[in-house]
């Protein structure tokens, strides 16, 4: 099945999840056609002592000890992991992470799961689910894991477009049949198979992403054992807009214009049709129509928005250019201070982000300076779109700021979405009138 179908970007019918006419009719991608590995404590081949035993770590800096999950959460089996190459929130749960049965409390488990997606499930979202490291000892019960479907209402499956399952085992294909007359064809449709993390790297970053190290290893011993493929070269087209830096995108346009032709494109559209559009920002988009922008513009084909008629595809594409630059808007040297920003005073917050990116290189501040003036015309209609500063932070929190060389966990998403939000709060005192630059109207 070509990854084009795999993530059509699926609307709600009228048909009820548990409708009599869904069931022995769901497809849950081709079950039979997987080469399904055994289970990892039963593959003596892959299987070592180390290997097997739960990944710890470190609890996050921000988590207090009173926290009424704080014996879930220090373990960090569920994370907020950024979001996919569709602009959709990202939750990852790893199963090398949970400890013996008999010391995890699965009830509390559940709990902590719906605590974090409570967050998201308004807005479309993808969840990833790194199987290696489920084992006999941590394995929950089959009782549990209906009772955790069961849990997830309509509620949570309306807005997950994608689940995605690496590195799955003859468990998962036995646990899938059983499952099968109570999952819906819907929510079967959006569960995806990834043999390894180069399949899944086709949906998402995984170099933004928090992967276990354990599962990283495992990758590396899948792919040793796999006959290798050559690298596919990459060549930059001479019309090309995205993944390409912002002084090279202004020095081959024809007009020098400041404002990249994608960013001023998107945000005029969305400027006419789409400040009271509620949500805005929080939807996915059909994947194929993404490509086919994203094709034409590399391809210097002009593209015509009114075409599409979706304003939520054409907020997509401006998330999609953000995240693709080859390095964030607000750029690297800027990570560890926006990191550590929540330890600034309130009252030295507005002269700090000032000074701070006073340091961007020109093109980063203009650019930086044209999308948080749009972002604040989108936060001004927020009664009507929903987009309050703080939703627009967490929707472009990470689309402004990632780590170079460390996947980005739950502890530095905070204080990142955190900064983004000053940004919008404190425009005005930012870009005090003395370093004000033209604005594209």
Known sequence: MATADLLVD?????????????????????????????????????????????????????????????????????????????????????????????????????????HTLDKYVESDYSVVYFHYGLTSQNKPSFSWLLEAYREFDRKYKKNIKALYIVHPTRFIKALLVVFKPIISMKFGRKILYMNHLGELEHFLKCDRMVIPGCVKKFDETIRAAQKPVPPVQTKQLPHQQFGIDLPTLRAKDPEKRAIPLVMEQTVTYIKEHGLNKEGIFRRSANVCLVREILDKYNNGVPVD??????????????????????????????????????????????????????????????????????????????ELNKMTPSNLALVFGPTLMWAKNAAMSLSAINPINYFAQSLLENYSEIFSASSEKALMS
């Open 10 to 114: 699926l609307q709600d019918d009228l048909v009820s999840d548990d409708a009599p006419n869904t069931l022995g009719k769901l497809k849950l991608s081709p079950l039979d056609d997987k080469p399904w590995p055994a289970e990892n404590d039963d593959d003596e081949d892959l299987k070592s002592d180390k290997e097997c035993t739960p990944e710890v770590v470190d609890p996050p800096p921000n988590l207090k000890w009173d926290d009424p999950f704080y014996d879930i959460a220090r373990r960090q089996i569920v994370e907020v992991a950024g979001d996919d190459n569709y602009g959709r929130k990202v939750i990852v749960f790893s199963a090398c992470r949970m400890p013996p049965s008999h010391q995890l409390d699965h009830t509390k488990l559940l709990q902590y799961l719906k």
């Open 305 to 382: 928005f009114a075409v599409y008629g979706d304003v939520h595809l054409v907020a997509v594409m401006l998330k999609t250019f953000l995240r693709e630059l080859p390095e964030p808007l607000l750029t690297y040297d800027l990570y560890d201070q926006v990191v550590s920003f929540g330890k600034v005073p309130v009252s030295n917050q507005a002269e700090t982000i000032a000074k701070m990116i006073q340091t961007l290189p020109e093109d980063n501040f203009v650019v930086l300076q044209y999308l948080l003036n749009f972002l604040r015309l989108v936060a001004d209609n927020s």
